[in-house]
C-alpha cells in the first residue's frame, strides 16, 4: 500500500497540474483567438513563394496581407504574372485588372570581348561591385558591362547565364522582372523593358561620339540617324545617347538598318 | 515594509539575477540589439516572473509539502512556467500584436529561461511568505530589464562603432557584460 501510496500520488499530482494547464490554455487559446482573414492564407499559397521583394513588399507573406486589406494590387507581383494575378483576382473577387505585360531584364550593353577595348587587367575579387571601385573597372568604357557576372549570382531564377564573349545573356523566358540583378549592377547597365516590345538601343554609354567610338565599335554615338528615319518619332536623342519611347515604337527596324554602329538591335 | 524594500531592492542592484547571479543569459545577449525590444522583453519576463512566482509558491506549500513531494520541485515549476509562458504568448498575440512581433522568438523562449525557474527556486529556498514572493519577483524582473536595457543602450552605440573584426557583435557584447557584471559587484562592497 505504501508503494502504491508513493507512486500514485505524485503521477496523480504532476498528471493533474498537467490537465489543469492544458485545460487553462485550451480556453486561453479560444479566448484569445486572432482573427485572420481566410484570405491571406489563400493568397499566401497562390504566390510563388519566393520572397524575392519585387512587389515593393518584404515577402510574400507581407504583399498577401497588403492585397488583402487591399493596399497593393493583386496583379501586384511581378513574379506570378497572370497566373497569379488571375488566382488572386478570383480569391479577392475582382476582374479585369490582370494583365500580360511584364518587363524583363535586359542588358543594354553590347561590348563583348572583340568590340569594346580594355584599359587594364582586373585580377581582383570576381565581382562587379568589387571591380568599380577601382578606376571603374577593367573596361575602357566605364558605362559598359564589365562581365564579372554579379547579376548571374543574384538571380534566384538561373534567368541570366555567361556568353562565350564575355557578357552575360539574359534569358527572358525565365525572368521574372524582380529587378535584382538591376539592383545589384553598379553600371547600371540592365535595363527592364517590356517583352512585347523588341527594339531596343543597346548601349548605356553618355560619353561623347568621338569618345565612345575610341572604346567600343558597338556604342551608341548619337548621331541622331535613327531619329531622323524613325516613321513614329519614337526616338530620341539625349545625354549623347538615343532612347526608344516603346509606347510609340512599332517594332518596323528601320532605325537598325540605319544605325551605323549596330547598337540598335532586336533584342 | 523596510524589509520588502531590502528585498526588492537587492534583487535589482546587488543580487541582480543577470549580472549576480547570471540567469537568463540567453535573452540577455538575443533582445538586447535595441533598447524598445530589450523594455518589451523586459515587461513580458515581469509578467511571467510574477505570475509564476505566486503559482508555483501556492503550489510548494499547498501540494508538494503536505504531500511531501518536494523532490518534484523542478518538473513542477517548469510544468507551470512553460504554461505560463504558452498562456502569456496567447494573450500578448491578441492584445499587442506588435510586441507580438518585436518579441518574435523570445517570447517562448521565456519558457526555458533559467532566470523564471531560478527565481521560483529562491523564493521557496529563502522560505519567503507570499508578499515577499511577490516583491522579490518584480525586484529580479525590473533588475533583468534594467540590466538588459543597459546592454541595448551600450550595444546601440556600439554598432555605430569600428569594431575590429574579431570583435564584432556578440564577443565585444560578452566583454561589455563582463564589465558591466564587474561595476554591478560594486553594490556588494
Known amino acids: 500500500m505504501d508503494y502504491f501510496r508513493d507512486i500514485a500520488v505524485p503521477v496523480l499530482s504532476v498528471g493533474g497540474l498537467g490537465l489543469i494547464f492544458g485545460a487553462i490554455l485550451a480556453v486561453a487559446d479560444k479566448l484569445f483567438v486572432v482573427k485572420q482573414d481566410s484570405r491571406v492564407e489563400e493568397v499566401l499559397e497562390a504566390l510563388p513563394g519566393v520572397n524575392c521583394g519585387a512587389c515593393g513588399y518584404p515577402g510574400c507573406g507581407a504583399f498577401a496581407e497588403a492585397v488583402v486589406s487591399g493596399q497593393a494590387p493583386v496583379n501586384g507581383c511581378p513574379v506570378g504574372r497572370k497566373k497569379v494575378a488571375d488566382e488572386l483576382s478570383r480569391i479577392m473577387n475582382v476582374s479585369g485588372v490582370a494583365s500580360d505585360e511584364r518587363y524583363v531584364a535586359k542588358l543594354a550593353c553590347r561590348g563583348n570581348k572583340e568590340t569594346a577595348k580594355v584599359k587594364m587587367v582586373y585580377h581582383g575579387i570576381k565581382d562587379c561591385r568589387a571591380a568599380n ?42 525572368c521574372t522582372g524582380c529587378n535584382r540583378c538591376r539592383n545589384a549592377c553598379p553600371k547600371q547597365v540592365i535595363r527592364m523593358v517590356p517583352q512585347s516590345t523588341n527594339v531596343e538601343v543597346m548601349c548605356n554609354s553618355l560619353a561623347k561620339g568621338a569618345a565612345v567610338l575610341k572604346v567600343c565599335k558597338v556604342g551608341c554615338i548619337a548621331c541622331g540617324k535613327c531619329a531622323k528615319v524613325c516613321p513614329t518619332n519614337a526616338i530620341e536623342i539625349g545625354d549623347n545617347l538615343a532612347v526608344i519611347d516603346q509606347v510609340e515604337c512599332i517594332n518596323c527596324g528601320k532605325c537598325i538598318e540605319a544605325c551605323p554602329t549596330n547598337s540598335i538591335v532586336r533584342v | 515594509m523596510t524589509e520588502l524594500l531590502m528585498i526588492f531592492f537587492a534583487a535589482v542592484f546587488f543580487n541582480n539575477f543577470v549580472l549576480y547571479r547570471f540567469l537568463g543569459i540567453c535573452p540577455f545577449f538575443g533582445v538586447s540589439k535595441r533598447i524598445e525590444t530589450s523594455l518589451g522583453m523586459g515587461m513580458a519576463v515581469m509578467f ?129 557584460a563582463g564589465i558591466l557584471a564587474l561595476a554591478f559587484s560594486g553594490f556588494v562592497l
Open chain 1, 133 to 174: 571601385q577601382i578606376n571603374g573597372g577593367p573596361k575602357a568604357c566605364v558605362y559598359g558591362c564589365m562581365g564579372l557576372g554579379t547579376c548571374i549570382r543574384v538571380c534566384p531564377f538561373d534567368a541570366i547565364g555567361m556568353g562565350n564573349d564575355g557578357l552575360p545573356v539574359f534569358h527572358s523566358e525565365l
Open chain 2, 48 to 176: 511571467v516572473m510574477t505570475l509564476a512566482s505566486i503559482i508555483t509558491w501556492l503550489i510548494q506549500g499547498y501540494l508538494l509539502n503536505p504531500l511531501g513531494l518536494g523532490y518534484l520541485q523542478t518538473i513542477t515549476f517548469i510544468l507551470v512556467i512553460a504554461s505560463l509562458v504558452q498562456f502569456v504568448e496567447l494573450f500578448v498575440q491578441k492584445v499587442s500584436p506588435t510586441l507580438y512581433k518585436a518579441l518574435g522568438i523570445f517570447l517562448p523562449l521565456i519558457t526555458t529561461n533559467c532566470a523564471v525557474l531560478g527565481l521560483a527556486i529562491l523564493n521557496i529556498d529563502f522560505n519567503y511568505n507570499i508578499l515577499q514572493t511577490v516583491v522579490h519577483a518584480v525586484g529580479a524582473a525590473v533588475g533583468f530589464t534594467l540590466a538588459l536595457v543597459i546592454l541595448a543602450g551600450i550595444r546601440e552605440k556600439l554598432e555605430l562603432n569600428d569594431v575590429p573584426r574579431a570583435f564584432a557583435g556578440i564577443p565585444l557584447a560578452l566583454i561589455v
